[in-house]
C-alpha cells in the first residue's frame, strides 16, 4: 500500500513539473510572438505606412485562426450500421444464457471423458 501511494506522489510530482515548464514555455512563446508580431507592424508601417500594417497584421491573425478553427472542428461521425435482422427462429445471444449454455455442455462433455476414461481403465485392468 505504501509503494501504490509513493508511486501515485511521484506521479503527481512528475505532472506538476511538466506542468510548470510547459506553462512557463507557453508565457515565453506569448512573449516572444508579441514582440515578433510589433516588429513585423514596424517593418510594414516603414515599407508604406500605419494603415498598412495593421491591415496586413490583423488579416494574418485571422487567417490564421480560421485555419486553426476548421481544423479543430468537430468531426461528422458516420452512422453506425443498421443491426442486421434476426432469421426466424434464431437463438438471442443476449445476457448470461450463453454463457451458462457454453458452461453447461463443456461440463457435460467433461464428465462423460471422465465416464469413458474410468471403463477404460476398468477394461485394462480386468475389473
Given at each position: 500500500m505504501d509503494a501504490a501511494?509513493?508511486?501515485?506522489?511521484?506521479?503527481?510530482?512528475?505532472?506538476?513539473?511538466?506542468?510548470?515548464?510547459?506553462?512557463?514555455?507557453?508565457?515565453?512563446?506569448?512573449?516572444g510572438v508579441i514582440f515578433l508580431t510589433a516588429a513585423l507592424w514596424l517593418y510594414l508601417s516603414q515599407l508604406r505606412d500605419a494603415l498598412f500594417a495593421s491591415?496586413?497584421?490583423?488579416?494574418?491573425?485571422?487567417?490564421?485562426?480560421?485555419?486553426?478553427?476548421?481544423?479543430?472542428?468537430?468531426?461528422?461521425?458516420?452512422?453506425?450500421?443498421?443491426?442486421?435482422?434476426?432469421?426466424?427462429?434464431?437463438?438471442?445471444?443476449t445476457g448470461i444464457a450463453p454463457l451458462l449454455d457454453a458452461f453447461l455442455f463443456g461440463l457435460e462433455v467433461a464428465l462423460k471423458q471422465r465416464e469413458q476414461g474410468r471403463s477404460d481403465r476398468d477394461d485394462r485392468d480386468g475389473g
Open positions: 501511494i509513493a508511486a501515485l506522489q511521484r506521479a503527481i510530482r512528475e505532472i506538476a513539473r511538466r506542468l510548470a515548464l510547459q506553462g512557463a514555455a507557453a508565457a515565453l512563446l506569448l512573449a491591415l496586413t497584421v490583423g488579416s494574418g491573425f485571422v487567417g490564421v485562426a480560421l485555419v486553426l478553427l476548421v481544423v479543430a472542428r468537430p468531426r461528422r461521425r458516420t452512422p453506425a450500421p443498421a443491426a442486421e435482422e434476426p432469421q426466424p427462429g434464431a437463438r438471442s445471444v
